[in-house]
Nanobody, 121 residues
Framework: QVQLAESGGGSVQAGGFMRLSCKVS????????MDWFRQAPGKEREGVAG???????RYADSVKGRFTISKDNAKNTLYLQMNSLKPEDTAMYYC???????????????WGQGTQVTVSS
């Protein structure tokens, strides 16, 4: 059974930093995509950052230069380091996994329960 479990959310002032973790268990695909998504109240879910099994990363324009995604394969854990946080970064953050097929990410079938990030001005 695949399980993704986020942790590390909380409240921080603008300009601060926070690191989210996503512990992954039971995911057996050797070629995969792991992403962070977020959803703010009244807004659509958006992709924040992703990393695939080759180590290639991608970021939304809104977080480039501030957020860094990484993974520790030995610990089966995905991270999102968030620096220079802004109030508009406030959202529920989710990690998700998808198989990587022909260099493209498939359907994100597996999701964590989410962790709330609140940035105050």
């Amino acid at each position: 059974q695949v399980q993704l479990a986020e942790s590390g959310g909380g409240s921080v002032q603008a300009g601060g930093f926070m690191r989210l973790s996503c512990k992954v268990s039971g995911y057996t695909y050797s070629s995969y995509c792991m992403d962070w998504f977020r959803q703010a109240p009244g807004k659509e879910r958006e992709g924040v950052a992703g990393i695939d099994s080759s180590g290639k990363t991608r970021y939304a324009d809104s977080v480039k230069g501030r957020f860094t995604i990484s993974k520790d394969n030995a610990k089966n854990t995905l991270y999102l380091q968030m620096n220079s946080l802004k109030p508009e970064d406030t959202a529920m953050y989710y990690c998700a996994a998808a198989p990587r097929i022909l260099s493209m990410c498939g359907v994100y079938n597996y999701w964590g329960q989410g962790t709330q990030v609140t940035v105050s001005s």
